[in-house]
């Protein structure tokens, strides 16, 4: 069995810190990168709830009235519970009148006219070649009409 040498030990040793260090670096980043995530979302809620336009003093005087709260289970259920139910009513609201359409246009499409489909709310889907997605029938049709596009609802399958 042959025997490594002391300068071969302290480099593998060096490489193994370096890559413990390389990991810990991630993590602080993807730490980073969660927290600021999470404060972006809280600020998007504060805009929601319409809380925004208080001048900072308040707004963060309401916030603290709700500290004392957060400590009751039952009380942040009751606000998780009234929360998921205004998002779900903004879910059901948002997707009123919106059906599963798909869209096919013999040519190449200008990049403005692609950003007007996104707008309507379709995706291209390279596999099957064609744009896709919920969205409102009457508004699909004009917009696919600008460039001889052929616009088929797409019926669920019974199970």
Not at 120 to 134: C, D, I, Q, S, T
Request: no cysteine; net charge positive; hydrophobic share 45%.
């Amino acid at each position: 069995m042959a025997r490594t040498s002391l300068a071969e030990r302290m480099s593998k040793i060096e490489q193994q810190k370096a890559r413990i260090a390389e990991q810990e670096a991630k993590l602080k980043s993807d730490e980073r990168k969660a927290r600021t995530r999470r404060l972006i979302e809280a600020g998007g809620l504060v805009e929601k709830a319409g809380l925004l336009e208080l001048d900072a003093n308040a707004l963060f005087g309401a916030l603290l009235s709700l500290v004392p709260g957060a400590a009751d289970a039952t009380r942040v259920a009751a606000w998780a519970k009234a929360g998921g139910q205004v998002f779900d009513r903004e879910a059901k609201a948002g997707s009123a009148g919106r059906e599963p359409l798909t869209v096919t246009f013999a040519e190449a499409l200008p990049t403005t006219f692609s950003t007007r489909l996104r707008g309507a709310g379709l995706r291209w889907n390279k596999v099957f070649n064609h744009w896709e997605g919920l969205a409102e029938y009457d508004p699909v049709i004009a917009l696919a009409g600008e460039h001889k596009g052929v616009v088929q609802r797409i019926q669920p399958k019974n199970v």
